[in-house]
């Protein structure tokens, strides 16, 4: 999944060259390339914050795309990016909470530590 969502902050950083600067599409597409990143990361290291950052950010993918339909310049064959979005964050939301592997591997366990006890 890490991998997954890495790509999809590659494939915003690519957007950006085609969105003008200063719109609500450019500032959406560098805050979803970072937010990406740091979530791609917290899910390839297992960081104990990851599993609930990477529900919030899958979440605003979600609502982010979903706005953008009720947006005229949506209405036409640009559409099916905010769909194709909305249907694999979704999808990737829907695995970490189902999953029953995926909560427990963000558990961080001490270390077990063994006493020496003299004799």
Known sequence: MSIIV???????????????PGSRDFYFLIIDALLGFVTSFALWTLQPWGFWFTATFETYEIVYSLFSLTQPAYWNIYALLPIAGAVLSAIGLVFIFVDRTVRPAFKRTEPATETAEAA
């Open 6 to 20: 890495c790509l999809g902050s590659l494939f915003s950083v690519a957007l950006l060259f085609f969105s003008m």
